[in-house]
């Protein structure tokens, strides 16, 4: 596609239940990275692929977050028992390669969990 | 441990004034460095980057920043204001040796007409 796209754009959620957020890289971007961004802060980084491996996956906050892109290209991020505090701006980017340095950002994902 | 420090979490200028954005970084190996900027309701973009080429890089949109390594510092300047720049901008820092990018927490641009 021409940029990184993410669905849903909005996504209002009980506290408990399970989230899927959706992120759909550039064609050919070979790097794809998960962000949380908290109101009036910056990205946090989430995780990081290259291809269909997760290659870092320290930012994860606990393992109710989980995240897989199994054939290379669409990624899941995925929050099981959702909790109010998991409420945030949740952000796609993709990159030409690893190691490249300029990542394209989706318009996120905005969760909230009353 | 690396880190990012943008000072001031919100600049007001004039139109037609310089902007000028502060970030100091900490980084134990020599890093890659960016500036990015997130118009409302859009994701962030690349303004420019600092790659270990020159320390005077220039972006789009009007938009400079210099790398001053003895003052860690990365900030991003642009000689006339308009009101099309107001946004949140964004620096972060990425190690050589790595691929985690590390964002400061924003700054918000206001142009005054």
């Known amino acids: 596609g021409a940029g990184v796209s993410q669905s849903p754009r909005y996504k209002v959620t009980k506290r408990g239940q399970d989230v899927a957020l959706r992120c759909d890289p550039i064609s050919g971007h070979v790097s794809l990275y998960w962000y949380r961004q908290a109101l009036g802060q910056g990205p946090e980084f989430l995780t990081y692929?290259?291809?269909?491996?997760?290659?870092?996956k320290s930012g994860l906050p606990n393992d109710r977050f989980s995240a897989e892109r199994p054939e290379g290209s669409i990624s899941t991020l995925t929050i099981q028992r959702t909790e109010q505090r998991d409420s945030a701006m949740y952000r796609c980017?993709?990159?030409f390669g690893a190691g490249s340095n300029e990542q394209y950002f989706g318009p996120g994902t905005r969760l909230t969990v009353t | 441990a690396q880190s990012v420090t943008q000072l001031g979490s919100h600049v007001s200028v004039s139109e037609g004034a310089l902007v000028l954005l502060r970030c100091n970084y900490s980084?134990?190996?020599?890093?890659?460095l960016f500036w990015y900027v997130q118009y409302p309701n859009q994701g962030l973009q690349l303004l420019l980057k600092y790659t270990s080429a020159a320390t005077l890089v220039k972006g789009i949109n009007g938009f400079e920043a210099e790398f001053k390594k003895s003052e860690t510092s990365f900030h991003l300047t642009k000689p006339s204001a308009h009101m099309s720049d107001a946004a949140e901008y964004f620096c972060?820092?990425?190690?050589?040796?790595?691929?985690?990018?590390?964002f400061g927490t924003g700054t918000s641009l206001t142009v005054i007409p």
């Open positions: 692929f290259n291809y269909e491996a997760q290659q870092d």
């Open positions: 972060a820092v990425r190690l050589s040796t790595g691929n985690q990018f590390y």
């Open positions: 980084s134990s190996v020599p890093p890659y």
């Open positions: 980017a993709s990159s």
